[in-house]
């Protein structure tokens, strides 16, 4: 019986061959088997960002190196004898998630080309179940507006519950949200979902970061929404309140390494309540925990 799995989420692997200048194999076990997988150097984030076209991967990794990566199957009759090829990795060097950073933060990828089965459906909204490779279990809600069918979206006229039904498989990308900010006990949030062709995403485009916080609105949207991009879930202090709509929060990453964050009032929630359209400066008071 093939184990294979098309999609393959927040991997652990090794680099163990370098094929200059622009590939890599990293080595990775799944269910007990060792897996190759082909990484490529425009699939390589760093410094949240991808490297460029162009750039020469040993630059970035070395054989040895650690990476925490996404993957997809792969015809290991090739050359390079690879059963997955990755879509997204990030050198690792020490996992944010052991216990011996002695602190409580984890990074991830989001979920990118990723096939569920819908559990719930409502008027206008729904539930993906989605298992992953280490067969965890993950609640995904999406929007009806999200929704692309034989690549056109659904229009905002319509019942969800006329277009699908429990039970049908689709595809979709995700990112990241907070299982109690939502009455679906949902971890995960869909940018987008489709039977049939996949729409254009704008994953790739390339980001301007600018100087003044509050002109990063776009950016920041960008990066959030972006099942492409590294993820950071912990717990930290806040260090600043900028003005009204940004902050900057104080969190520990590694053993004596701590990283400053610039957070968005829209990324902020207090009980459920979400604080997109309230002045932070009357709510967070310096030094207290960021919710």
Not at 212 to 238: C, T, V
């Amino acid at each position: 019986m093939n184990s294979k799995r098309s999609y393959l989420h927040n991997m652990v692997g090794k680099v163990i061959e370098l094929y200059f200048p622009y590939r890599a194999v990293v080595a990775f076990k799944y269910k007990d088997k060792q897996e190759r997988a082909l990484l490529k150097a425009d699939k390589l984030i760093v410094d949240g960002q991808n490297v460029g076209m162009g750039k020469t991967i040993d630059g970035y990794l070395q054989e040895g190196s650690t990476v925490k990566f996404s993957c997809h199957g792969f015809d290991e009759s090739g050359q390079d004898r690879c059963g997955y090829f990755v879509t997204m990795a990030w050198i690792q060097d020490l996992d944010l998630c052991s216990p011996m950073t002695g602190a409580n933060t984890k990074g991830f990828l989001g979920i990118n080309n990723a096939s569920g089965i819908v559990s719930e459906v409502f008027h206008r909204q729904g539930v993906i179940t989605y298992i992953d490779g280490d067969e965890q279990e993950h609640r995904v809600l999406f929007l009806a507006s999200k929704l692309f069918l034989s690549g056109k979206r659904m229009s905002s006229k319509q019942n969800l519950q006329m277009r699908l039904d429990v039970e049908d498989k689709v595809q979709f990308d995700a990112v990241p949200c907070e299982q109690l900010e939502n009455d679906s006990s949902c971890s995960w949030f869909a940018t987008v979902v489709w039977k049939g062709t996949k729409p254009y995403t704008d994953y790739d485009e390339p980001v301007s970061l600018l100087e003044e916080p509050w002109d990063l609105m776009a950016e920041i949207k960008h990066l959030s929404n972006n099942p492409k991009s590294l993820f950071i879930r912990g717990q930290g202090q806040i260090l600043q309140i900028l003005n009204g709509e940004f902050g900057v929060a104080l969190a520990a990453m590694k053993p004596n390494s701590w990283e400053s964050i610039l957070f968005h009032r829209s990324a902020c929630f207090l009980f459920k309540l979400n604080l997109a359209s309230h002045d932070l400066t009357k709510i967070f008071k310096e030094g207290k925990p960021q919710l």
